[in-house]
Nanobody, 112 residues
Framework: QVQLVESGGGLVQTGGSLRLSCVGSGFTFRRNHLAWYRQAPGKQRELVASISRDGSTSYADSVKGRFTISRVNAENTVYLQMNNLKPEDTGVYYC??????WGQGTQVAVSS
């Protein structure tokens, strides 16, 4: 049974930082493509960042230069380091594996 548990969300001021974590179980972590998505109130879920099995990364234009996705296969964990946060980064952030499985989400709120 695949399980993804996110943590690290919270309330920060504009310009602040947060690091999200997602711990996976029930699948072979190192063999899978991982991603972070977010969903703002009243908007569709959107891809924020992804990391392939070999560590190649990609980012949405809106977060390039501010967010960094990384993975530690030995810990079955994928991270999202978010710096210089803006109010438009507010939303629920979801971990995704292989475009198939989802975590429960962690709330991020950025105050102006």
């Amino acid at each position: 049974q695949v399980q993804l548990v996110e943590s690290g969300g919270g309330l920060v001021q504009t310009g602040g930082s947060l690091r999200l974590s997602c711990v996976g179980s029930g699948f072979t972590f190192r063999r899978n493509h991982l991603a972070w998505y977010r969903q703002a109130p009243g908007k569709q879920r959107e891809l924020v960042a992804s990391i392939s099995r070999d560590g190649s990364t990609s980012y949405a234009d809106s977060v390039k230069g501010r967010f960094t996705i990384s993975r530690v296969n030995a810990e079955n964990t994928v991270y999202l380091q978010m710096n210089n946060l803006k109010p438009e980064d507010t939303g629920v952030y979801y971990c995704n594996v292989a475009a198939t499985w989802w975590g429960q989400g962690t709330q991020v709120a950025v105050s102006s």
